[in-house]
């Protein structure tokens, strides 16, 4: 099996705000920001969200759809990479 990065992924959400995407990938952080600057979309699989300060499983969330997102460069602002799987690091 591959290695896992886990990166906080911001993109624009409309005119008032951004949205904080928190998944793997198996691409480094390296990786990941060249295909954002070929204009390549990215994946991020495992999907967390965040709750009060607290890292949950998508599917406590949305137990209909996969962890798993497709990310168009156009509207993300900023890459963040996690020191590890953040539901671990963060206690």
Do not use: C
């Amino acid at each position: 099996m591959s290695e896992k990065f886990w990166f906080k992924v911001e993109t624009n959400k409309d005119e008032d705000g951004t949205y904080h995407y928190h998944g793997s990938s198996s691409l480094s952080l390296e990786q990941l920001v060249n295909a954002l600057q070929k204009y390549e979309f990215i994946r991020l699989d495992d999907l967390l969200y965040m709750e009060r300060g607290t890292y949950k499983e998508w599917a406590e969330w949305d137990k209909a759809l996969e962890p798993t997102v497709f990310i168009n460069p156009k509207y993300v602002i900023s890459v963040m990479p996690y020191k590890g799987d953040p539901r671990l690091v963060a206690k």
